[in-house]
């Protein structure tokens, strides 16, 4: 899952990255509004974290401006200091999902991302199950025929990806997009590599490639 940070508190955001880092999230970070507004209408995002009081351009103008395009429809925590009952309508009002206020504890700030991105993708069941797969966004658990089966980060993020639409082609470019985001990808971790391992750790018949386009998660049985 590939999520922006919008966050001027440098502190703050270093914070939440590394509490993210290796829990299957690629997280991209930008410190004031107009930067933000430039990275939402230039990529693809599975979630924003959106504080209010932004240098350049405020939290609440950039969310109108995102809710008021036709793409705007990517889901958005507030998070903030900001704690009067008319800041959050305020929030709430333009378009945010939720809203976190600061400080907050990194657990709980987790288990509303996973309840977000849950509903986005359409889903009341935390856990995503499949061909004999199953995995579980908040342990980061993978069972194949009931075996646990160790993962990097990496291919974590990869089958998550896959999983969510089973039978639905998921093209290079987006898999790039959210495993990478603004890094380049390591001699370990390209896509192919990514994949290999993904066969080998699972089925060889599960992932197949589109040539050109992307993978697919078979839709099996
Ligand atoms: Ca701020």
Not at 171 to 182: A, C, D, H, K, Q
Request: with cysteine.
């Amino acid at each position: 899952m590939r999520v922006l940070l919008v966050e001027d508190d440098r502190a703050l955001a270093q914070g939440i990255r590394m509490a993210f880092r290796g829990e299957g999230y690629t997280m991209d970070w930008v410190a004031d509004g107009l930067d933000a507004s430039h990275a939402l209408r230039c990529e693809r995002f599975d979630l924003v974290l959106l504080d209010l009081g932004l240098p350049r351009q405020d939290g609440l103008d950039l969310l109108r401006e995102m809710r008021a395009r036709e793409e705007g429809n990517v889901p958005v925590m507030i998070l903030t200091a900001r704690d009067t009952t008319t800041d959050r309508i305020q929030g709430l009002d333009a378009g945010a999902d939720d809203y976190l206020i600061k400080p907050f504890d990194l657990d709980e700030l987790k288990a509303r991302i996973r309840a977000l991105l849950r509903r986005s993708q359409g889903r009341a069941q935390p856990l995503l199950e499949h061909s004999g797969i199953s995995l579980d966004p908040a342990t980061q658990e993978v069972r194949y025929q009931e075996n646990l089966v160790t993962m990097t980060p990496m291919e974590y993020q990869l089958l998550h990806q896959l999983l969510i639409r089973p039978g639905v082609v998921v093209t290079r470019e987006r898999l790039s997009n959210t495993l990478y985001g603004w890094h380049e990808s390591g001699p370990g971790n390209t896509l192919e590599v990514l994949i290999h391992n993904l066969r080998k750790k699972l089925d060889s018949r599960l992932i197949r490639t589109v040539r050109g386009v992307g993978y697919v998660m078979e839709r099996g049985s």
